[in-house]
C-alpha cells in the first residue's frame, strides 16, 4: 500500500518528519519516495493555502498511484477549551467558509445557484464530509487516543484580529484541508487530515500560541499514526 503525507512548510517537514529520517524536503511540489516501516510513503510539500495544495496533488495524483493521502500540518482553533493548544485533531468535515455569494455579514453557499463542482452525482458546495476513522482503517493506521474529532474550516487568509466562528460547529482553521480533501473526493482516494493546535483562531497574545509544542506534538504523533 503506498500512501502520501501531505504537508504544507519547509518548517512543519522538518519538525515533523526529519526526525524519523525523511529525506530532505521536497522542492518545487515535487514528491519524494520514502519507505518507512514496511510502508512506502510519497512525501509531498503542497505549499501554502487551497490553491497551492490542489494543484501539487492534483499533478500528483495524475502521475502516481497512491492507496490514500493523509494530510498532517498544525491548526488554530475557535475555543481552547474544546481544542487546547498542542491538542491534537482530526477533520470530520472540511468547510470553505469563503465560497457562496456575501449577503451583508454572511456568506450563502448556496447565493451563486450552482455548486464549487459536482463529484459522483454529489455537488459541493462549502463543504466535505470524512470518515477519519474509517479512512485510517483502509490505510492501516491508528489515530492517537486523544485526538479530538471536529468540523475543519480552510481559508485562504487568516485574520490578525479576534474574528467569530464561520459556524457553530466549527472546530479548527487551517489553509490547505478543503483543498486536499477535494481532490482525493474527486480521485476516490481515502483522506486523512491530523493537525495539531498552534494557536487560538485571531489571537495575537503569546499565551495564545504555542507553536514549538504543537510541532512536537504532531512528531510524537505521526510514528503512532503510522504505527
Not at 521536497?26 to 509531498?44: C, N
Not at 463529484?119 to 485510517?136: I, K, Q
Not at 493506521?141 to 466549527?170: E, H, I, K, M, W
Request: overall charge neutral; glycine content about 10%; aromatic content about 4%.
Amino acid at each position: 500500500m503506498s500512501l502520501c503525507l501531505a504537508i504544507a512548510t519547509r518548517k512543519e517537514y522538518r519538525a515533523v518528519l526529519a526526525p524519523l529520517g525523511a529525506p530532505a524536503a521536497p522542492v518545487d511540489g515535487r514528491p519524494v519516495s520514502w519507505r518507512h516501516g514496511g510502508r512506502d510513503m510519497t512525501l509531498l510539500l503542497t505549499g501554502v493555502g487551497p490553491v497551492a495544495a490542489a494543484a501539487t496533488l492534483g499533478r500528483l495524483l495524475g502521475a502516481e498511484t497512491v492507496d490514500g493521502v493523509v494530510n498532517l500540518g498544525l491548526a488554530g482553533a475557535y475555543d481552547l477549551s474544546a481544542a487546547p493548544l498542542t491538542a491534537l485533531v482530526t477533520a470530520t468535515a472540511e468547510t470553505l467558509p469563503e465560497y457562496g455569494l456575501r449577503r451583508e455579514d454572511t456568506i450563502d453557499p448556496r447565493g451563486l445557484g450552482f455548486p464549487q463542482l459536482t463529484v459522483a452525482g454529489e455537488p459541493v458546495y462549502d463543504r466535505l464530509d470524512l470518515s477519519p476513522t474509517a479512512a485510517a482503517v483502509a490505510l492501516g493506521l491508528t489515530l492517537p487516543a486523544a485526538t479530538v474529532p471536529g468540523v475543519f474550516a480552510s481559508v485562504a487568509g487568516v485574520a490578525a484580529l479576534p474574528v467569530p466562528r464561520p459556524a457553530p460547529d466549527r472546530l479548527a482553521e487551517n489553509m490547505e484541508g478543503f483543498a486536499l480533501a477535494l481532490v482525493c473526493r474527486l480521485a476516490g482516494v481515502p483522506f486523512l487530515e491530523l493537525r495539531a493546535v498552534s494557536n487560538r483562531v485571531g489571537a495575537r497574545p503569546p499565551v495564545d500560541w504555542d507553536l514549538p509544542g504543537a510541532l512536537a506534538a504532531l512528531s510524537r504523533a505521526v510514528p503512532l499514526l503510522l504505527g
